[in-house]
């Protein structure tokens, strides 16, 4: 929370204002298909290396590379990334890519964000040209993936109302 206090005629009033990052993203792991519905298998997408630059990875959906599989960099790297942008984006793996809540948590506090409204990263643009597809990657993330409470592996389970 953010506090702002004002005077006014010799009062002093305080109003807290909830910070919220309604920007944030979670990047897709092959983790994140195991939250597809066992009769969509044959839609499950698959990696698949760059022919010449092996630290690139795709998404293959439908047989078509869609879309771009962000590279998992080391802390280190993160670090250095920040040094050239010139603004801190260091983010722990487990916190990036969902698979530990609570350091996200940790790292939210540590920037003053109170609650964040997250999106998949692969789907901030169509992934299919066949709607009955892109549904099913659609019931991934709001059925499974990023739903609140339910399975333990779910990235918002235990966040408390704060993802």
């Known amino acids: 929370m953010i506090t702002a206090s004002a005077t006014e005629r010799g009062l002093v009033s305080e109003t807290k204002y909830m910070v919220i990052d309604s920007d944030s993203h979670v990047v897709e792991t092959e983790r994140t298909w195991q939250f597809m519905d066992p009769g969509d298998e044959k ?92 549904l099913r990657y659609a019931k991934v993330g709001t059925g499974g993936w990023l739903r609140c409470g339910g399975s333990a592996m779910d990235v918002c389970a235990g966040a408390r109302c704060r993802l």
């Open 43 to 134: 839609h499950r997408p698959v990696l698949a290396a760059h022919p010449t630059d092996p630290h690139t990875q795709w998404w293959i959906i439908n047989g078509q590379a869609r879309g771009l599989r962000f590279p998992t960099l080391t802390e280190e790297e993160m670090a250095e990334r920040s040094k050239q942008l010139g603004r801190d984006v260091v983010t722990p793996i487990g916190a990036r890519e969902g698979d530990d809540v609570e350091r996200r948590l940790r790292h939210m506090d540590r920037l003053g964000i109170d609650v964040q409204v997250m999106i998949h990263t692969l789907w901030t643009v169509p992934a299919t040209d066949r709607p009955e597809v892109e």
